[in-house]
């Protein structure tokens, strides 16, 4: 009887769930809206109808758990999510053991760059290494942490959170509390942000900067250059704690790779005694958004050896 996992991705916009064997190969998918304004008990009836319905699809075959991929900090003993921007509904509240109990089947939550990590560990771009980190630029910058061929937790679940080290010590405000976090220098908001103040557009994404830099536009490429400066000061930092062959980046940004990709290079290289002595790659992530999905419905296989 084939064994099979549920992958569950539950952002502050999209809510997708995902049936995979243990071969990493993806049988069904779901993919839905995430109705935040219908409170959180609607969302969380969204997730369990999801799941029970790629349950039923899938008949007979053997549930080896459920992983749920969530924005925020987690509290992985108990379940929880706490200081989610994205989720703020959801501030403390059991949501692994409420769908433990509505399905009936084994949940693990996780932070959701934690879970791409381990997509991209599993059957992405570090599949051949056991250790890893993986940087996603989106609304903020998630990191996920691969050690050993497993995510690095810390002591309650909140190790890898990459997006608020400081990378500018008076840089910009950031949620958190801190000022300069990297996410605040160097995620697709932050690059909509700056476009904004050098008056390039009110309301650009990422991807309406780098075709502005496409086009030539000086301004779109500086912000670039920032950007790579800033990953590149992280990025530094990481390889000097960790020493690890491989730092993957994924999310908006990455199309406008060639633009940020050599400043941030050039700071890797001037800040990192461990990169220039030992074999290291920095590269881009291949699962895109999906990453989370595989990595979420990994980890109840992890679980079980
Ligand atoms: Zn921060």
Known sequence: ???YSIGVDLGGTNLRAAAIDANGAMIDKISGSTHLKAGRDAVVDDMVNAIATLRGRLGERKLAGVGVGVPGFILMDKG???GSNNLPQFEGYPVRDEIERRLGAKVILENDANAAAMGEKWIGAGAAVEDLVLLTLGTGVGGGIISRGRVLEGSVGMAGEIGHITVSPNGNPCGCGNTGCLEKHASATAIGAMARLMGLGAELTSEEVYKLAVGGDVRAKAIFKSMGEHLGIA???LIN?????????SGGPLPAWDFFAPAMMAEIERRSFTYRHSPTRVERATLGNEAGLYGAAYL???AGR
């Open 1 to 3: 009887m084939l064994e």
């Open 80 to 82: 929880v999510i706490v």
């Open 235 to 237: 990025i530094a930092t």
């Open 241 to 249: 704690i960790f020493n690890f062959p491989l730092y993957l980046l």
């Open 300 to 302: 109840p296989f992890l």
